[in-house]
């Protein structure tokens, strides 16, 4: 099922680098997320879109920029890695009408720093 | 802003026994309250949900019950079996569209 995908799957790389996550949805929802899910598996939320603008921003680093060109991709960019930031992360999106509330989940990034 | 919190971190049992997972929250205006379960290396996927108009609800083997008053709500697996071993996290959210705030999970195990 790729309702909601992202690319890449895997991503490693050097401490300093700058990345990005993509993130695709083609279920038509309105909303999108990004949270971050570290190695004790709790999720936390990081940046909310909703048709574009952004509508929660949670306490994070702004070496992380979200951007939503449209309202079917969101994309994570990450300036100056570091180590803490190793970590999966999953993009989610939900619909505003229909059942507004159930969230799905991409496949997940894991992330991983040297 | 809300607060979830989930217990046990861990569960073990034996194939065919009955799981319980308990959530509490602390915002007496959540109305909302899904349970995504999260197999190893896959993705978060909702299961069940309940809102706050509705004391209890069924899916099979899967049940979820909500205590308005004392705001909590628990998981409840009949009959588990070994594909039931996962990570099981709890939410809770105030209006469609707000943030889901989720609990921190519960690593059941299956035993066969």
């Known amino acids: 099922d790729t309702a909601v995908s992202q690319t890449p799957k895997y991503l490693v790389t050097q401490m300093g680098n700058d990345k990005s996550i993509k993130c695709e949805q083609n279920?038509?929802?309105?909303?999108m997320y990004w949270y971050k899910q570290d190695s004790k598996k709790f999720l936390k939320i990081m940046f909310s879109?909703?048709?574009?603008?952004?509508?929660i921003n949670e306490t994070v680093p702004n070496r992380f920029s979200p951007k939503s060109p449209d309202k079917a991709h969101l994309n994570l960019h990450i300036n100056s890695l570091e180590l803490g930031d190793s970590a999966v992360y999953f993009c989610a999106s939900s619909a505003r009408q229909g059942r507004p509330d159930t969230q799905y989940f991409g496949p997940g990034t894991r992330l991983t720093v040297l | 802003g809300e607060n979830v919190e989930q217990h046990p971190s861990t569960l073990s049992v034996q194939e065919g026994d009955s799981a319980v997972i308990k959530c509490t929250y602390s915002?007496?205006?959540?109305?909302?309250f899904p349970w995504y379960k999260q197999e190893l290396g896959k993705r978060p996927q909702l299961i069940i949900d309940i809102r706050s108009n509705v004391g209890e609800k069924k899916d099979q083997r899967i049940a979820v019950t909500l205590n308005k008053t004392a705001k909590h709500f628990s998981l409840h697996i009949t009959e588990t079996q070994p594909e039931d071993s996962a990570v099981y996290f709890c939410?809770?959210?105030?209006?469609?569209?707000?943030?889901?705030?989720f609990g921190e999970g519960t690593q059941l195990t299956v035993n066969p």
């Open positions: 279920l038509g929802h309105d909303t």
């Open positions: 879109y909703n048709n574009k603008e952004l509508i």
């Open positions: 939410a809770a959210r105030k209006t469609s569209g707000s943030r889901l705030t």
């Open positions: 915002d007496s205006a959540s109305n909302y």
